[in-house]
């Protein structure tokens, strides 16, 4: 039972155009959201976070949007570099006890193209 | 700032030993959380460590311990490995900023179990 969905496994996209990164969550005590940026042979780099009484947060060229309602999010990239190329994961924690653990999505691999 | 540490980075053992990882975290952190990522998956939670106790543990058998030292540094050992122990083995530090705790990851140690 996957709590954290990315069904997209992998997006392209040209060098200076926006990219959009989408996630599924199905449990509701979820309440803060993370996105992580993975290169090959490295550990997953924090990127963004999103609190659930919120619905956009923005840090740079990358805003993150939350849909309660939806139980969805996306990560927006504006530009995309070919820097940005890398496996994206979207990742979730609850309150309490379940705000310990990060339950993470199976990632997507977003290539930029110069 | 060193950010967080793991050693060894890769790690070749056959089934049936016993293998111990290690985790230095962030600075100013005092929590470590161990991950598991298999090929072409997210990472999944393994446990937390807080106060040098077990604060939460996810869905792995007790062949997988741990344990946090004095300096919030940690081990991860996993006893009587099974070829599908073979994996990017994750460690992340954090401390607690109100109600949520961001999760800053190491580059991991890459174990093959033959």
């Known amino acids: 039972d996957q709590q954290v969905k990315q069904n997209s496994p992998s997006l392209s996209v040209q060098e200076g155009r926006i990219s959009i990164l989408n996630c599924d969550y199905t449990?509701?005590?979820?309440?803060?959201f993370l996105w992580y940026k993975k290169y090959p042979a490295e550990g997953p780099t924090f990127l963004i976070s999103i609190s659930s009484i919120k619905d956009k947060n923005e840090d740079g060229r990358f805003t993150v949007f939350l849909n309660k309602s939806a139980k969805h999010l996306s990560l927006h990239i504006v530009p995309s570099q070919p820097g940005d190329s890398a496996v994206y994961f979207c990742a979730a924690s609850g309150i309490g006890r379940s705000a310990r653990q990060l339950t993470f999505g199976s990632g997507t691999q977003l290539t930029v193209l110069p | 700032d060193a950010g967080v540490t793991q050693s060894p980075t890769h790690l070749i053992k056959t089934r049936g030993q016993q293998v111990t990882l290690r985790c230095s975290p962030k600075?100013?952190?005092?929590?470590v959380s161990w991950y598991q990522q298999a090929l072409g998956q997210g990472p999944q939670f393994i446990f937390q460590?807080?106060?040098?106790?077990?604060?939460q543990r996810g869905n792995f058998p007790d062949r997988f311990s741990g344990h946090q030292f004095p300096n919030y540094s940690s081990e991860l050992n996993v006893n009587a490995l099974l070829l599908g122990d073979s994996a990017l083995y994750l460690c992340?530090?954090?401390?607690?900023?109100?109600?949520?705790?961001?999760?800053?990851f190491g580059p991991g140690t890459r174990l093959l179990v033959l």
């Open positions: 460590y807080y106060e040098e106790e077990e604060r």
């Open positions: 600075s100013g952190h005092d929590t």
């Open positions: 449990n509701s005590m979820f309440d803060y």
């Open positions: 992340a530090s954090s401390t607690i900023s109100g109600s949520q705790e961001t999760q800053y």
